[in-house]
């Protein structure tokens, strides 16, 4: 793709129209250099899906084709301003559900091509990290961050904003997906974060001892296992005909989680002499996850980052802060650029 406008460099103000489509909510926003967020809207399909306990890939398709258009009208307005204002448009590429990132995608490629801008594919993953650097602009470096969303659990060390090192992945489920999974398989509803979390404020963590996955030397996570005792947990106690205690069994659950997720990254904080500590993701939302994490980094005098909670959730803020540098860098997409479900960082 040829782009006859202008390419800006960092000297300039830079506006950028970025997209979010790659699950469950339609979202716009227009950025000003990265981090100045002009607006930010989100149309979430939660209530849509509850029913189903769950997403269901081809009605959330359907809804952001529906709304696509209409989030990126009320960006723009928001933002006030006009398409031919804008520098570039960014979109969500990967991970996520083909059919949602699909609609995004083709949206971006459109106003690209119709204006004649450039087109710029972004990591969702990416997103939630960057989702710091809005609230938090100079975040001291190298840091540690921690992502944890409903498909992803990452471990990474940055040396720069834009040079990271994966140290750790998980090697199954995510921490959110089990927390999706459980959820579902106690009754407790969609999303499983929030309602695990509810639940589990009159329960006590210590009531049930679930297992917390031993994997060496490395900074992987694995759920899976926890996931299975949880279940066996439930089965056991049903055939004996007692009564499942839900906020202890909820409250159990969420520590071994957090117990996993805290150690990994405090051994690899003080393996690297980590100066700050982000948290990303929308399980980074959780409240006694940050407070675990928030009194572990207090005694080791190290600053703890994590997102607002409207920039936790899927947004296109983030989108376009990840899109500003790969704009600067003059990383663009060709319109030949497809969705990737698998894509990694």
């Not at 716009?28 to 149309?43: K, Q, R």
């Amino acid at each position: 793709m040829q782009f006859t406008q202008k390419i800006k460099n960092e000297t300039e103000d830079i506006l950028i129209l970025a997209l979010e489509s790659s699950c469950d909510e339609t979202a716009a926003s227009v950025n000003l250099n990265g981090t100045e967020v002009l607006s930010n809207v989100v149309s979430s399909q939660v209530k849509l899906h509850q029913k189903f306990g769950g997403v269901v890939p081809e009605i959330a398709s359907r809804k952001h084709l529906e709304l696509i258009l209409p989030v990126i009208d009320q960006a723009l307005v928001e933002a006030g301003v006009e398409f031919s204002d804008l520098d570039a448009v960014a979109a969500t590429y990967g991970p996520g559900l083909v059919g949602g990132l699909l609609v995004g995608l083709t949206a971006a490629k459109t106003i690209a091509l119709a204006l004649k801008i450039p087109l710029i594919g972004v990591n969702h993953i990416a997103g939630h990290i960057y989702a710091n650097f809005i609230a938090n602009p100079d975040i001291e470096k190298p840091l540690i961050c921690l992502t944890v969303s409903g498909g992803h659990t990452d471990l990474l060390y940055f040396a720069s904003r834009r040079g990271y090192k994966i140290l750790g992945s998980t090697q199954d489920d995510a921490a959110g997906e089990a927390f999706d999974k459980i959820s579902r398989f106690m009754g407790l509803g969609y999303p499983g974060g929030p309602a695990i979390e509810k639940a589990a404020q009159s329960g006590d963590p210590s009531a049930v001892d679930f297992p917390r996955a031993d994997l060496g030397d490395s900074f992987n996570f694995s759920f899976s296992g926890l996931k299975t005792a949880v279940m066996n947990y439930i089965n056991n106690q049903q055939q004996k005909g007692n009564l499942v205690n839900k906020a202890d069994l909820a409250a159990s659950f969420q520590a071994a989680v957090i117990d996993s997720l805290s150690s990994n990254l405090m051994a690899a904080v003080k393996k690297y002499n980590a100066k700050s500590i982000v948290l990303s993701g929308g399980v980074a939302a959780n409240q006694q996850l940050r407070k675990s994490i928030s009194k572990q980094t207090t005694e080791l005098g190290l600053k703890l980052y994590y997102p607002p909670l409207d920039l936790c959730t899927d947004n296109a803020a983030m989108i376009g802060a990840v899109a500003y540098y790969q704009y600067l860098e003059k990383d663009f997409a060709e319109l030949s650029l497809s969705a990737d479900p698998a894509l990694k960082l």
